[in-house]
């Protein structure tokens, strides 16, 4: 079994900046690609950003030039830098990791429970 617990949602103002986390434990022999996506009321889950095990990233282009995602291999953790918040940013924000358990292994996907980010205008 694998946990991603994300933190760092919360409440903040346009302009305004969160850090979102994104800790994974159990049983990972590596993770490969990571991303964050978000779910907004009524809307279907889209991806924000990922970021594979060699930092390669890619952006949705609704947040290019705005969020910063990283990952921190040491501690199988992920970050999401996000700047400049819109109100069209509100939305709750999953991550998602592909863990291999073993060498040479299956991949799997895991996903957290999510962070509630809302941004008032």
């Known amino acids: 079994q694998v946990q991603l617990v994300e933190s760092g949602g919360g409440l903040v103002q346009a302009g305004g900046s969160l850090r979102l986390s994104c800790a994974a434990s159990g049983r990972i022999f590596s993770i490969n690609t990571m991303g964050w996506y978000r779910q907004a009321p009524g809307k279907q889950r889209e991806l924000v950003a990922s970021i594979n095990s060699g930092g390669s990233t890619n952006y949705a282009d609704s947040v290019k030039g705005r969020f910063t995602i990283s990952r921190d291999n040491v501690k199988n953790t992920m970050y999401l830098q996000m700047n400049s918040l819109k109100p069209e940013d509100v939305a709750t924000y999953y991550c998602?990791?592909?863990?291999?358990?073993?060498?040479?292994?299956?991949?799997?996907?895991?996903w957290g429970q999510g962070t509630q980010v809302t941004v008032s205008s």
């Open positions: 998602k990791a592909i863990v291999v358990y073993v060498p040479g292994g299956y991949e799997y996907q895991w």
